[in-house]
């Protein structure tokens, strides 16, 4: 790896959702990551610009100064640095079965937006922080680790059964005038949360320069997403989240179901089998911009093997096939390595109805690993 570094005709992507590093030709990514662009240029979500990054601070410092120059939070607020954001890709490998299947024509890449750097990155922050409570609900999964114990709790009728919903593409199809528009009416007009200005109108402003003048560079070219949330920004999170949230309230708590939770964008339920599943159907025409998937019955939700019998859920470590432990002999550093150990422990004794067997898969899988006292 140290040498291919050298070689401007190779790109390092790392995987998606594991530690995985995938070693690609520059222009097999190029061309990727083009494709992705200009899907989004067709759509809507991008437009190409020139570099104006610096009629870009000099307005929102205007604008900073204006109309929040008094606000608490003003410091923290200002630019700290000015460049464009960065666009790359990671790989989707946790899509492939076994990381022997993976390929180049299939394989598919997420693009993130790096906006570390950029003149309205600190004051994103601020805004996320501040904007967190309206994406909370009584339906969110805080982490991973807390699943297990909601799903351990509920039983299953004979009639029913488990499915889970995946929302795709979720962060690049919120529709963001709407959301913004939503987020002023419960700040405003519901009085969820106390004002972080007076006036509606320049609040409402602030949240567009901060989620729609995001210019970033890929290749030499820059670009504009004016629609949508880009992966990498420290609003795009939450914004999702409101937008979700504001979902549930519209379709999910009036049909009152049994059990219902989500995961950012992973959602699980229960229904009746023999019945249309109405709860889908609501979710999925809730907006045009917005499209689910189902999955009955899955055997596995975020990092939670799932094992029905009578009803009954018991629950085991999700561990993708193929996924290999960090050899006990590598450079990387002991503690790290130890560190390792006891994460997993820890994710066992969290998730797993059966914490001994589990000690026992770690064990046989850390001596695998060449793992020595």
């Given at each position: 790896?140290?040498?291919?570094t050298?070689?401007?005709?190779?790109?390092?992507?790392?995987?998606?959702?594991?530690?995985?590093?995938?070693v690609?030709?520059?222009?097999?990514?190029?061309?990727?990551?083009?494709s992705?662009?200009?899907?989004?240029?067709?759509?809507?979500?991008?437009?190409?610009?020139?570099?104006?990054t610096?009629?870009?601070l000099?307005?929102?410092?205007?604008?900073?100064?204006?109309?929040?120059?008094?606000?608490?939070?003003?410091?923290?607020?200002?630019p700290?640095?000015?460049q464009?954001?960065?666009?790359?890709?990671?790989?989707?490998t946790?899509?492939?079965?076994?990381?022997?299947d993976?390929?180049?024509?299939?394989?598919?890449?997420?693009?993130?937006?790096?906006?570390?750097?950029?003149?309205?990155?600190a004051?994103?922050?601020?805004?996320?922080?501040?904007?967190?409570?309206?994406?909370?609900?009584?339906?969110?999964?805080?982490?991973?680790?807390?699943?297990?114990?909601?799903?351990?709790?509920?039983?299953?009728?004979?009639?029913?059964?488990?499915?889970?919903?995946?929302?795709?593409?979720?962060?690049?199809?919120?529709?963001v005038?709407?959301?913004?528009?939503?987020?002023?009416?419960?700040?405003y007009?519901h009085?969820?949360?106390?004002?972080?200005?007076?006036?509606?109108?320049?609040?409402?402003?602030?949240?567009?320069?901060?989620?729609?003048?995001?210019?970033?560079?890929?290749?030499?070219?820059?670009?504009k997403?004016?629609?949508?949330?880009?992966?990498?920004?420290?609003?795009?999170?939450?914004?999702?989240?409101?937008f979700?949230?504001?979902m549930?309230?519209?379709?999910?708590?009036?049909?009152?179901?049994?059990?219902?939770?989500?995961?950012?964008?992973?959602?699980?339920?229960?229904?009746?089998?023999?019945?249309?599943?109405?709860?889908?159907?609501?979710?999925?025409?809730?907006?045009?911009?917005?499209?689910?998937?189902?999955?009955?019955?899955?055997t596995?939700?975020?990092?939670?093997?799932?094992?029905?019998?009578?009803?009954?859920?018991?629950?085991?470590?999700?561990?993708?096939?193929?996924?290999?432990?960090?050899?006990?002999?590598?450079?990387?550093?002991?503690?790290y390595?130890?560190?390792?150990?006891?994460?997993?422990?820890?994710?066992?004794?969290?998730?797993?109805?059966?914490?001994?067997?589990e000690?026992?898969?770690?064990?046989?899988?850390?001596?695998?690993c060449?793992?020595?006292y």
């Amino acid at each position: 790896m140290r040498s291919l570094t050298s070689n401007d005709n190779i790109v390092f992507l790392s995987g998606d959702k594991d530690s995985s590093i995938v070693v690609m030709d520059k222009c097999d990514y190029v061309t990727k990551v083009n494709s992705l662009l200009d899907e989004g240029l067709i759509t809507g979500k991008y437009i190409r610009t020139t570099d104006s990054t610096e009629k870009d601070l000099q307005n929102f410092q205007s604008f900073l100064r204006k109309n929040f120059s008094k606000h608490k939070d003003y410091a923290k607020m200002r630019p700290i640095s000015n460049q464009p954001a960065r666009l790359f890709a990671t790989a989707k490998t946790h899509k492939f079965d076994n990381f022997e299947d993976i390929n180049k024509e299939q394989l598919k890449l997420r693009p993130i937006v790096d906006q570390t750097g950029t003149h309205t990155h600190a004051a994103s922050k601020v805004l996320s922080d501040y904007l967190q409570p309206l994406a909370n609900n009584e339906y969110v999964i805080k982490n991973t680790l807390t699943f297990a114990d909601s799903i351990k709790s509920i039983n299953l009728e004979d009639n029913e059964e488990l499915v889970s919903y995946d929302v795709e593409s979720l962060f690049t199809s919120i529709p963001v005038d709407e959301t913004i528009e939503y987020i002023c009416d419960e700040i405003y007009v519901h009085k969820k949360i106390t004002p972080f200005c007076p006036n509606r109108l320049i609040f409402k402003r602030l949240l567009q320069r901060l989620i729609k003048d995001s210019t970033f560079s890929f290749n030499g070219a820059l670009y504009k997403q004016i629609d949508g949330c880009s992966m990498g920004g420290p609003l795009s999170v939450v914004i999702s989240g409101v937008f979700m949230a504001k979902m549930e309230k519209d379709k999910v708590k009036p049909s009152k179901p049994s059990f219902y939770k989500r995961y950012i964008d992973d959602i699980i339920s229960k229904r009746v089998i023999s019945q249309s599943d109405d709860l889908y159907d609501a979710l999925n025409s809730y907006h045009p911009n917005i499209k689910l998937t189902a999955v009955p019955n899955p055997t596995e939700f975020l990092d939670t093997s799932l094992v029905i019998s009578n009803g009954l859920i018991s629950t085991k470590v999700f561990t993708k096939k193929g996924k290999l432990p960090t050899p006990w002999k590598s450079r990387v550093p002991i503690r790290y390595k130890r560190n390792a150990i006891s994460g997993d422990l820890h994710r066992s004794k969290k998730i797993s109805s059966d914490f001994a067997s589990e000690i026992y898969q770690n064990q046989i899988e850390i001596h695998k690993c060449g793992f020595s006292y």
